[in-house]
């Protein structure tokens, strides 16, 4: 779950984001890429861009 950081309000999550033949994140070592996705808040409309899965990016487990 992710929070509107002006409101706190519970946001939507899994928007798609696209442009052109989509967007990747990629770390600068490496070969993995993901696809990035965008949070909604109903209340004020504030975007959120994150990754679902950071630690294919970060090696790092998700907190
Ligand atoms: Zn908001």
Redesign the pocket.
């Given at each position: 779950m992710r929070n509107?950081m002006?409101?706190g309000?519970e946001m939507q999550e899994d928007f798609r984001i696209t442009a052109g033949t989509g967007i990747v994140i990629r770390p600068a070592k490496g070969h993995v890429a993901v696809i990035p996705r965008a949070a909604v808040?109903p209340?004020?409309g504030?975007v959120s861009i994150y990754v679902a899965e950071p630690d294919k990016l970060t090696g790092r487990k998700k907190a």
């Open positions: 509107c002006r409101w309000a808040c209340k004020c504030e």
